[in-house]
Every structure is written in structure tokens, then in C-alpha cells.
């Protein structure tokens, strides 16, 4: 008997290097940098009914991402539209799921030898698949969530969509430990983000979230739920906040492209605010649904 992932993988369609060919018939030099040295960026997007959700700002960010680490080859825009365009549509397909997440890497690539220099002829590879996502359910996120904190022990360059992800992937640990949605991190006394989500806090109806500098990844929906607020005239700020501000927080949510917009109940065993998701969240889950809608409906 096959594994769910084993026909997962003879189900989905990949890009690899310019080649639409099955996911499990890719095959990765083990001197690809982002083997040997997770030498590389990514992206995750998510499509709504096969629509594709603000794709262009996270091209925008992949591109960002490259010209930061001194990548370059990279696919442009044209090619990364087509490569998501033909990955939704065969996933699509075959699943009729709600939703899915498009998976998008670019490493510097596979040398003949493993050296810490840039290599001198290796072109990047280029990685994307989609695959179904069962969205988290109206009923969930009305429950809401729990989350941890934990000391932020990541590098400094959290601007970067990098695949160097050991820091995240601890932190995400404890959180999955804990049964916790996420892990929110603590840096020099004041709150950052989570180990793969954005962090906002609601104090007297205030929404609040850290600035969009080298600390963190400026999330794609962190910047619809500012957007949102913007639009609809919610006062929202972006500022550094303390661990003390989280821990007195009317609301905390979390955020990011799989989570959208969640709201945490508890922060390390304590209740947030009155221990259930708050009015302002309502507000913007509200407006957050309608713009879901809007991008599944394109096209239709
Ligand atoms: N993570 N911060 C970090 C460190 C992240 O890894 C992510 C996304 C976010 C939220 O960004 P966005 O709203 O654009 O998804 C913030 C993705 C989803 C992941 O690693 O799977």
C-alpha cells in the first residue's frame, strides 16, 4: 500500500529547470547548494477555487529575496506567472480542493565540488509544485488558537525568504510540542514575529504589529491585514512592541499565507485578553473573507 504522500507525489506536477515533469521524478545533485548550505529562497503561495492570492507581491518578494543573497539567473516575473498558472491548474484538476499552496525554491545551484565560493558556472535551480490544503475551518478559528513564546535565535537577514530554516523549525518544535498553533519570538525584549507567521497585537482597539525591518519577514498577509485596516479605517500602527505589551494584549493573531488570519486564545497557558477571539479580529476575519472570496471568484 502507497503512502497518502507516496500518491501525492505520483499525482503532482512539478517545474524543475525549465521541465514540467512529476514531482517524484526530480532529481537534486547532492551538491546543490541548497542541500549543502540551504544557499536559497523560496516562496508559498496560496490560490483560492485555482486563483492565485496577491501572487504578484510574493514574485515581487522572491525577487527581493534573490537580490539580497546575490543570486542571480533566477526566473522573472513572466516565467514564475506561467509556472503558476500551469502548476494550479494541474493540481486543480485532479483535486478540487478549497484551496492550495504553490511551493516556489531557487538554490544557486550544483557545483563539482563543495566550496564556499560563489560557483563560477552553475546556473540556479529552480523548484515549484502545488499541492492541495484543506483550509482551517470558521468553526476553528472561532475556537482559536494557542501559541508559546520563545527567545528569537534566528540570523539577522529574517527579510529573507531563506531556506536556511533550522531557527524557525526549533522554534516551530516547541510550539507543535505544546500543541500551540505557533511560537511567537522575543528579541531584546520586544516581540518580532513566529517562526513561520507574522505577529499583531489589538490593545484598546489598536492594531498593532512589529516594523517590516531586517528582524522579520514582511509576510504578504501581514500586509493585506494592514491594508484592510487602512481601507476600513481600524487604526492600526507599525511599531516595535514589548513582551510585556503581548502578555497585556486585548488580542493577539497570528498571520501568515496557510494560517490567514488567526487568533490566539492563549499565550503559554494564559489567556489572551477574555481567553476568546475579540471583536476587532471579527472585524478584520470578516474583511479577509471577503477579499478570499473576490480572488475565487476571478475569472469565474
Ligand atoms: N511562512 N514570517 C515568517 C518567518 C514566515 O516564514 C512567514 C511565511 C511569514 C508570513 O508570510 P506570508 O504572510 O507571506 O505567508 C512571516 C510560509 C508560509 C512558510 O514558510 O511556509
Known amino acids: 500500500m502507497s503512502s497518502i504522500w507516496e500518491l501525492a507525489k505520483q499525482m503532482t506536477l512539478a517545474y524543475w529547470n525549465g521541465q514540467f515533469l512529476p514531482l517524484e521524478t526530480v532529481q537534486v545533485s547532492p551538491l546543490d547548494r541548497g542541500y549543502l548550505f540551504g544557499d536559497g529562497v523560496y516562496e508559498v503561495l496560496i490560490a483560492y477555487n485555482g486563483q492565485a492570492f496577491e501572487a504578484e507581491a510574493h514574485f515581487e518578494r522572491l525577487e527581493r529575496s534573490m537580490n539580497a543573497l546575490q543570486l542571480t539567473g533566477g526566473?522573472?516575473?513572466?516565467?514564475?506567472?506561467?509556472?503558476?498558472?500551469?502548476?494550479?491548474?494541474?493540481?486543480?484538476?485532479?483535486?478540487?480542493?478549497?484551496?492550495?499552496?504553490?511551493?516556489?525554491?531557487?538554490?544557486?545551484?550544483?557545483?563539482?565540488?563543495?566550496?564556499?565560493?560563489?560557483?563560477?558556472?552553475?546556473?540556479?535551480?529552480?523548484?515549484?509544485?502545488?499541492?492541495?490544503?484543506?483550509?482551517?475551518?470558521?468553526?476553528?478559528?472561532?475556537?482559536?488558537?494557542?501559541?508559546?513564546?520563545?527567545?528569537?535565535?534566528?540570523?539577522?537577514?529574517?527579510?529573507?525568504?531563506?531556506?536556511?530554516?533550522?531557527?524557525?523549525?526549533?522554534?516551530?518544535?516547541?510550539?507543535?510540542?505544546?500543541?500551540?498553533?505557533?511560537?511567537?519570538?522575543?528579541?531584546?525584549?520586544?516581540?518580532?514575529?513566529?517562526?513561520?507567521?507574522?505577529?499583531?497585537?489589538?490593545?484598546?482597539?489598536?492594531?498593532?504589529?512589529?516594523?517590516?525591518?531586517?528582524?522579520?519577514?514582511?509576510?504578504?498577509?501581514?500586509r493585506v491585514v494592514l491594508r484592510l485596516a487602512h481601507e476600513n479605517g481600524w487604526p492600526a500602527i507599525e511599531r516595535d512592541f514589548t513582551e510585556e505589551e503581548l502578555r497585556q494584549a486585548d488580542e493577539i493573531w497570528v498571520t501568515s499565507t496557510s494560517k490567514e488570519v488567526a487568533p490566539a486564545v492563549t499565550l503559554d497557558g494564559k489567556a489572551v485578553g477574555e481567553g476568546a477571539p475579540g471583536p476587532v479580529w471579527r472585524k478584520m476575519r470578516a474583511a479577509f473573507d471577503l477579499l478570499i472570496d473576490q480572488t475565487a471568484k476571478r475569472n469565474s
Open 75 to 222: 526566473p522573472d516575473s513572466a516565467l514564475l506567472r506561467e509556472i503558476t498558472r500551469r502548476l494550479l491548474a494541474s493540481c486543480f484538476d485532479e483535486t478540487k480542493s478549497d484551496a492550495m499552496t504553490l511551493y516556489i525554491q531557487v538554490t544557486r545551484g550544483a557545483e563539482t565540488a563543495r566550496r564556499h565560493d560563489f560557483p563560477k558556472t552553475a546556473a540556479p535551480c529552480v523548484l515549484a509544485f502545488a499541492t492541495p490544503l484543506k483550509r482551517i475551518t470558521a468553526e476553528r478559528y472561532a475556537k482559536g488558537f494557542s501559541t508559546v513564546s520563545a527567545p528569537d535565535r534566528r540570523w539577522l537577514m529574517g527579510d529573507v525568504k531563506s531556506i536556511s530554516l533550522a531557527g524557525a523549525i526549533l522554534a516551530h518544535h516547541q510550539a507543535d510540542q505544546a500543541g500551540a498553533l505557533e511560537c511567537i519570538l522575543l528579541r531584546d525584549g520586544l516581540v518580532t514575529e513566529c517562526s513561520s507567521s507574522n505577529v499583531f497585537i489589538v490593545k484598546d482597539g489598536v492594531i498593532i504589529t512589529s516594523v517590516a525591518d531586517n528582524r522579520i519577514l514582511n509576510g504578504i498577509s501581514r
